[in-house]
C-alpha cells in the first residue's frame, strides 16, 4: 500500500536463541574472571605481606641488634620468637593450643595435605592474624649460619577457601641479613637440602612448584608469585600457571 512503513523486528524465537547465546558465553567466562579477580587480589595481598614482613625483619634486627634466625637459635623455642614477633607485627597472637587451625588444606590440584610432617604444617601453629587479615605462623627452627625459620602466610586466613599452598598459602625464610624473602630465592645462608625438616630450603624449581601429593611439591611457589613468573618459563604465575584449569582447587 502507498506510504505504508514497514517494521521489522525480531521473532520470539530469534530472541531466545540470542538469550540463549548469551548465557552459555556468560557461563564460559564470568567464572574466568571471578578466579581471574581473586588470584589479583591474592597478588597484591602478598606483596604487602611480603612488604610488611621484611619491614619487620628490619626494625627487630636494629632493635635486638641481631638477626631472627640467630634470635630463634639462641632461645630454641619458636613461641618466644612468636611472642617476640607478635610485638612487631600489627596484630594478635595467641600460644599454641590443641586446636589446628585448618579442617582441609591442600596442594596445587586439589590433593589434601597431612596435618604434621609437612612445611607449614601445624606443629608449630599459633592463631595469628595480622591487621591486613592474613594468618600467619611459624615453621621450624633453623640454626645459625643458616636462614630460618619458615614463615607461612596464610592471605585471607584458615577460615576462608580455597587454603592451598601456592595460591592463598606461601612460605618464606627470615635471612641472616636481616630480611625475608621467598622460599626458593637464592641466598649465601641458604641451607639447600633434599629433607626440609632438617632446616633445609629448594631453589626454585618446577619440581617444587607444582600440581602433588605432599607440600614439598608446592615449596618454592612463593619465588614464583612474588616475581609472578610460571615456574614453566613461560608466561606468568598468576594468569598463565594457576589460572589453568588443572589447578582450580577441588572441593
Not at 51 to 72: K, L, T, V
Not at 179 to 205: C, M
Request: one cysteine or more; a positive charge; charged letters at 20%.
Amino acid at each position: 500500500m502507498k506510504g505504508q512503513v514497514m517494521k521489522n523486528g525480531f521473532t520470539l524465537a530469534e530472541v531466545l536463541i540470542t538469550l540463549g547465546i548469551i548465557g552459555v558465553i556468560a557461563a564460559m567466562t564470568v567464572p574466568t574472571l571471578i578466579e581471574n579477580t581473586r588470584n589479583k587480589e591474592f597478588q597484591v595481598r602478598l606483596k604487602k605481606a611480603y612488604s610488611e614482613w621484611n619491614q619487620i625483619s628490619r626494625r627487630f634486627m636494629d632493635e635486638h641488634e641481631q638477626s631472627i634466625p640467630g634470635f630463634a637459635a639462641e632461645n630454641k623455642d619458636p613461641q618466644i620468637l612468636l611472642d617476640e614477633l607478635n610485638k612487631y607485627s600489627t596484630g594478635t597472637g595467641v600460644k599454641r593450643t590443641s586446636a589446628k587451625p585448618y579442617t582441609q588444606k591442600f596442594s596445587l590440584g586439589g590433593i589434601k595435605l597431612a596435618d604434621t610432617n609437612q612445611p607449614c604444617d601445624d606443629t608449630w601453629t599459633r592463631r595469628n592474624y595480622n591487621m591486613s587479615g592474613y594468618f600467619y605462623q611459624i615453621d621450624g627452627l633453623f640454626s645459625v649460619p643458616r636462614n630460618g625459620p619458615r614463615l607461612c602466610i596464610d592471605l585471607n586466613g584458615p577460615d576462608k577457601k580455597p587454603n592451598t599452598l601456592g595460591i592463598d598459602i606461601f612460605s618464606f625464610i627470615f635471612t641472616t641479613d636481616g630480611a625475608v624473602i621467598p622460599e626458593g630465592q637464592n641466598h649465601a645462608d641458604n641451607s639447600i637440602s633434599v629433607w626440609w625438616s632438617t632446616g633445609g630450603t629448594q631453589q626454585a624449581s618446577i619440581d617444587y612448584c607444582k600440581p602433588g601429593t605432599t607440600a614439598e611439591s608446592t615449596l618454592t611457589c612463593a619465588y614464583y608469585a612474588i616475581n609472578d613468573k610460571s615456574p614453566t618459563g613461560v608466561g606468568t604465575y598468576w594468569k598463565d600457571y594457576i589460572g589453568k584449569k588443572q589447578y582450580k582447587q577441588q572441593q
